[in-house]
């Protein structure tokens, strides 16, 4: 039986104190409680705080239920940064949890907007700077986990519901699932050019043993999991943290939702600045653009396993405003730029030219439509 919302939050504050109290003493108050979030995956409270010995005016509980697995990688994601000084800045504060209880609590980031806020009601100059300051603190995050993969599994197989994939079983899959992309090449009348099989297998391994650019990433990287607190920006909500390629997260912003082209070039010149503090290879725009090449065509895949070839002869909603058809088309264009000068990558680059065209040839409504992005009011802004 659900408890109602009210039992919920006095369960949920009670055990929040007790676990405060055990780090800044008993004189520890939550006072003005209230549920920001009742799901089935999650309870999400806030509560403001009255101690002298917390850093923070008011917290963030969350009580994890049906899926543990991404609730405690949160948790885990958050512990392992709190010990690593250069995230501090980046992610919300860690302060305690109660594995039993299935409860953690971080610290409340006060009165902000998220990006997908921003992108929605600001102005295109207010909107670029949130999105420079954003793939700044990407950049960062995997420039502060460099070299510490075992100390973030440390934390994380201390806690319930491990994951039993990661990169290598994630790579394994996604290749798995090559018959979907060979599946849309066939409803749309184009052939599997030869070393179509090798230009796979050399992105499924460069995912799996990302050598040179491994670090941790967010995983998740939506609109509104990047929320903005004056000239702040922090990365929110990793309940699929781990250690990926390092491009995974900024990748997603130029396939999956993919943003204006001038967008994204703002987004790739300050995330490569910023991560080459720590990764000599993202200094040089060579070893960069190949990398980039890689990930796109990762992520560009990866999203026609998950669209059916169904969507040839009707289209359907796909995340909000955005059509599989639109998500498709966009994921093939830009794929096929992205890979266009790699030329081990030159069958696949064949293949996915071919499919964009033949989608275009079927789909009229995107007739003069050379790139397909996203639509954001604040992008379209002239400011």
Sequence with gaps: MTLPSTDILERVISQATEILRKRCGPDLTLVHPQIVKDATRMIVARAGVRATTLPCASVIVKVIRDDPATGFTEWASLAFLADRPAARRLVPGWLGGDIDQRLFVIADLGPGDTLQDVLRTSTRAAAER??????????????????????????????????????????????????????????????????????????????????GWLGFTHGDPAPSNAYVTGDAVWLLDFEYGAFRHVLYDITAWNILCPLPLRQVQLLRRAFQAELGAAFPLAQAAESFDHAWALLCAYRGLALLTWVAPTVLAADRPFVGDWSARQAVLAAVTRTAAATAAVASLSPLTTAIDALQAALRARWREFDGVGDVATRWPALEDAG
Aim: with cysteine; net charge negative.
């Design 130 to 211: 949130v999105l420079h300051g954003m793939a700044q603190q990407m950049a960062r995050l995997h420039v502060a986990t460099v070299a510490a993969e075992d100390d973030f599994l440390r934390v994380r197989q201390a806690l319930p519901a491990v994951h039993t994939s990661g990169r290598r079983h994630e790579a394994t899959a996604w290749l798995a699932a090559s018959d979907r992309l060979v599946a849309w090449l066939t409803a749309v009348g184009c052939g599997v050019p030869s070393g179509f099989d090798e230009c796979l297998a050399q992105i499924a391994a460069a995912y799996a043993e990302p050598t």
